[in-house]
Nanobody
Framework: QVQLVESGGGLVQVGASLRLSCRAS????????MGWFRQAPGKEREIVAAVSRNGSPTYFAESVKGRFTISRDNAKNAVDLQMNSLKPEDTAVYSCAAKPFYRSSSEPYDYWGQGTTVTVSS
């Protein structure tokens, strides 16, 4: 069983940067595809970014391309989401998720963290 714990959320102003971190335990991290999702109040959860087990390729939602980057460190069992030029519409609960590498991109993620809240104030 994989456990995921996120950190790094907070309240920032428009245009600021924030870095979210996710630490995994209980599994073979290097065999996992890692993703970051978010859910804004009253909206459905959406995928923000994902990274394959070796760090490439990566995926980004159109709404965050050019502003967010995702990186992983398999030696530390960690995946980070660097968020730059934050906008009010980035306000959401951000969750880290994982699934085995052999799952296709359309298949759901198996493991989820509890989430960390990001609030972007204008």
């Amino acid at each position: 069983q994989v456990q995921l714990v996120e950190s790094g959320g907070g309240l920032v102003q428009v245009g600021a940067s924030l870095r979210l971190s996710c630490r995994a335990s209980g599994g073979t991290f290097s065999s996992l595809v890692m993703g970051w999702f978010r859910q804004a109040p009253g909206k459905e959860r959406e995928i923000v970014a994902a990274v394959s087990r070796n760090g490439s390729p990566t995926y980004f939602a159109e709404s965050v391309k050019g502003r967010f980057t995702i990186s992983r460190d398999n030696a530390k069992n960690a995946v980070d989401l660097q968020m730059n030029s934050l906008k009010p519409e980035d306000t959401a609960v951000y969750s880290c998720a994982a699934k085995p590498f052999y799952r296709s991109s359309s298949e759901p993620y198996d493991y989820w963290g509890q989430g960390t809240t990001v609030t972007v104030s204008s």
